[in-house]
């Protein structure tokens, strides 16, 4: 698939069929992600993958009841958490090619372990819709993840920042593709070019 019609068909999905995932496809969906870039080239991220029916039943409960109006989500065959370690970009840039002697999170502008994390999220997404699949992205609430940790064994210091769905896109899907057109912002009004807006 040309790039240009992976951007074209890149949104939520929030209805799948039950049509099982190739496993080819699946792994290079997962590959993807540690193509991803990353400050200090730090790799601050892991990739809880669930493909199991019975680990997939145990994800669903952690999953914001915003969203229980979209049953067909729960169709997914894959579902990632991307889930970013503060502690691997803390370490990275007290190392002496980086010039910082501690390991002070506030010398960080922006939690970049969350900004590459998502980037990897992001090339799984469009790994996938290039598969001809679609995805959706979606939110574990902060009180959430205590228990979503514990029921996965994932160690307390990780912090996972959502999880990406993976499935055919049901061909009775609500078409909401005018609706969210006329809201997307148009490209004038977020690109400003030399400076934040004319003197």
Same mark, same amino acid.
């Given at each position: ?14 209805? !799948?069929?039950?049509?099982? $995932? ?14 991803? +870039? ?9 990739? $809880?993958?669930?493909?199991? +029916? ?10 914001? &009841? ?15 958490? %991307? ?5 691997? !970009?803390?370490?990275? !840039? ?20 969350? =900004? ?10 469009? &790994?996938?819709?290039?598969?001809? $699949?679609? &995805? ?9 993840? %205590? ?43 977020? =690109? ?5 807006? +004319?003197?």
């Amino acid at each position: 698939m040309e790039y240009r019609e992976v951007l074209r068909r890149r949104r939520m999905v929030r209805d !799948y069929t039950d049509e099982p $995932l190739d496993p080819d496809v699946v792994e290079r969906i997962l590959a993807s992600a540690p193509r991803a +870039p990353s400050a200090g080239f730090s790799q601050g991220w892991a990739f $809880l993958a669930l493909t199991e +029916p019975e680990d997939l039943e145990r994800f669903w409960p952690f999953v914001p &009841t915003s969203l229980e109006p979209a049953p067909g989500l729960r169709r997914a065959r894959l579902v990632v958490v %991307p889930i970013a370690n503060k502690h691997v !970009y803390l370490d990275r !840039y007290a190392e002496p090619d980086k010039g910082w002697e501690d390991r002070a999170e506030a010398r960080w502008p922006v939690p970049y372990w969350h =900004i590459d994390t998502g980037m990897a999220a992001l090339l799984m997404m469009l &790994t996938a819709i290039d598969a001809g $699949l679609g &995805t959706c992205l979606i939110g574990i609430l902060p009180e959430d993840l %205590p228990p979503f940790k514990a029921a996965f064994g994932i160690p307390d210091e990780l912090e996972p920042i959502g999880a990406v769905t993976v499935g055919h896109r049901s061909p009775d899907e609500a078409p909401n593709r005018a609706r969210f057109a006329a809201r997307r912002r148009p490209a004038a009004e977020v =690109i400003h070019r030399g400076r934040w807006a +004319p003197r």
